[in-house]
Nanobody
């Protein structure tokens, strides 16, 4: 079993930055792919960014050039640096760990005001 705990969400003005963190309950980064997803009100959950166990990253087109996913293996933590935030980035952001099955965090709210 894996527990994931997100933090770092909040309210920010358009153009601002936030950094989300996701701490895992045990050392999983060597074998799990990690990712960030988001869900806005009335919409389906969508992929934001992923990083594989080998370090390859993938981003949604809507966040390319603005968001950066990274991980600190020593701290069992994955980060999402979000710059140049837009109101359409407003959503609940979820951390995901994937290895055959998916584990999810509880989510953290990000609100971007115009």
């Amino acid at each position: 079993q894996v527990q994931l705990v997100e933090s770092g969400g909040g309210l920010v003005q358009s153009g601002g930055s936030l950094r989300l963190s996701c701490a895992a309950s045990r050392n999983i980064f060597s074998i799990f792919a990690m990712g960030w997803y988001r869900q806005a009100p009335g919409k389906q959950r969508e992929l934001v960014a992923t990083v594989t166990s080998s370090g390859s990253t993938n981003y949604a087109e809507s966040v390319k050039g603005r968001f950066t996913i990274s991980r600190d293996n020593a701290k069992n933590t994955v980060y999402l640096q979000m710059n140049s935030l837009k109101p359409e980035d407003t959503a609940v952001y979820y951390c995901n760990a994937h290895l055959v099955v998916d584990y999810w965090g509880q989510g953290t709210q990000v609100t971007v005001s115009s």
